[in-house]
């Protein structure tokens, strides 16, 4: 069973909004620290945002002010809104997971789980 699995990857127009989800099991998010990050073919993969269990939050400069990332602890879930997004956020989207502790960064190899991953296409 994989611990964490996206949802809500698709094609839409630049300016259309998408939301994506990330549900996880076999543990609780609550303590977690969660991400999401991004990749494109021959890129590296790279952090959108980040959201700590304090609520804190932060985010890569070219998403600023546009993505939301969120979640529901109640349903064990973590979002990612993408409002106005651009040709150049198409990418495989992942969602990532760290067990509490005092650091919550936005680097790749601070992350215990990984979803598979859900591609996002914004055409112009």
């Known amino acids: 069973e994989v611990p964490v699995v996206e949802s809500g990857g698709g094609s839409v127009q630049a300016g259309e909004s998408l939301s994506l989800s990330c549900a996880a099991s076999?543990?609780?998010?609550?303590?977690?620290?969660m991400a999401w990050f991004r990749q494109t073919p021959g890129n590296r993969r790279e952090a959108v945002a980040v959201?700590?269990?304090?609520?804190?939050?932060r985010y890569a400069d070219s998403v600023k002010g546009g993505f939301t990332i969120s979640r529901d602890n109640s349903k064990n879930i973590l979002y990612l809104q993408m409002n106005s997004p651009k040709p150049e956020d198409t990418a495989i989207y992942y969602c990532?997971?760290?067990?509490?502790?005092?650091?919550?960064?936005?680097?790749?190899?601070?992350?215990?789980?990984w979803g598979q991953g859900t591609q996002v296409t914004v055409s112009s």
């Open positions: 990532a997971a760290r067990r509490g502790g005092p650091l919550c960064l936005p680097v790749v190899g601070h992350f215990n789980y």
């Open positions: 076999r543990f609780t998010i609550t303590t977690w620290c």
């Open positions: 959201g700590d269990s304090d609520g804190s939050t």
